[in-house]
């Protein structure tokens, strides 16, 4: 992920009573543990404390110190140095962020881009709309299945499908081109009716339907392509990169050999 280095922020709390609206500013953000905020670009945020969280924006530490002096959020980045003739020492800098708005399911701040301007992504997204990753799920009706294909050169390939009547098919085959790399697993069965309709959260709140068709790879970066029939639609999308919604669902997945909530037969 691109670190956007700066934001800068202006924090409201509306307070709403019949007569009036008051705005007031907040010295602190709330944290909701397990509670996680989603960019237009994927980019996520997850309060931790009233001075950590992990966030996607800030690349070099993904847990970052944070605090809040009037309109201003400011991110620690704590580095060692090194230079000519042996120099070195330990520097820490915290970078401002203003922040626009903020309240229950809404952070917004301004995102800065303070490198080379021919180096700026076409997808810079400012300001930095976070929103509530349970305001975002996407409905799962007449759900008919769900297939993954993993194929990486160092840890093999595999293959799950999920369908509607709860009969999960899993296959992993290990790699050609390393030693030892794990046996051969084949099996076929059923996920528990209160784990379905835990598979069918994760999968809603994947917002894998948001995916373009094709997304990048890097160099050896696995391949995850996904297909899934639900909406009265299905869905393809094949590629590498994943963002924090579907990396939960596709950790589900890749972990389905390891589950307690699956049986031998469908009842």
């Known amino acids: 992920m691109i670190a956007k280095r700066c934001l800068s922020i202006f924090l409201y709390l509306i307070i709403i009573s019949p007569t009036c609206v008051i705005a007031q500013m907040q010295k602190k953000l709330t944290p909701q543990p397990g509670k996680v905020?989603?960019?237009?670009?994927m980019e996520n945020l997850e309060l931790l404390s009233d001075?950590?969280?992990?966030?996607?924006?800030?690349?070099?530490?993904?847990?970052?110190?944070?605090?809040?002096?009037n309109d201003t959020l400011f991110i620690k980045e704590a580095y060692n140095w090194y230079g000519p003739n042996n120099s070195h020492g330990y520097k820490v800098i915290f970078h401002p962020y203003k922040i626009f708005e903020i309240n229950r399911d809404t952070i917004i701040v301004e995102n800065v881009f303070h490198g080379e301007l021919q180096l700026k992504p076409d997808n810079w997204e400012n300001p930095l709309v976070f929103v509530s990753l349970e305001k975002l799920r996407q409905p799962i009706?007449?759900?008919?299945?769900?297939?993954?294909n993993y194929a990486n050169v160092f840890d093999g390939s595999?293959?799950?499908?999920?369908?509607?009547?709860?009969?999960?098919?899993?296959?992993?085959?290990?790699?050609?081109?390393?030693?030892?790399?794990?046996?051969?697993?084949?099996?076929s069965r059923y996920l528990l009716p209160a784990e379905f309709e835990n598979f069918k959260n994760i999968l809603a709140l994947s917002l894998i339907s948001s995916l373009p068709n094709t997304r990048g790879c890097s160099i050896d970066e696995p391949q995850k392509d996904f297909t899934v029939s639900t909406n009265n639609k299905t869905y393809t999308t094949k590629g590498c990169i994943l963002y924090y919604?579907?990396?939960?669902?596709f950790?589900?997945?890749?972990?389905?050999?390891?589950?307690k909530s699956v049986q031998t037969k469908s009842n």
């Open 245 to 249: 919604p579907q990396i939960q669902l």
């Open 141 to 148: 009706n007449n759900f008919r299945f769900l297939k993954l």
């Open 51 to 69: 001075s950590t969280w992990i966030t996607s924006i800030w690349h070099s530490n993904p847990y970052s110190i944070y605090r809040i002096k």
């Open 158 to 187: 595999l293959e799950v499908i999920v369908d509607s009547t709860r009969r999960i098919i899993y296959k992993k085959y290990p790699s050609p081109f390393k030693h030892n790399s794990g046996k051969e697993i084949k099996w």
């Open 251 to 259: 950790n589900y997945l890749y972990n389905l050999n390891k589950s």
């Open 37 to 41: 905020y989603i960019s237009k670009t």
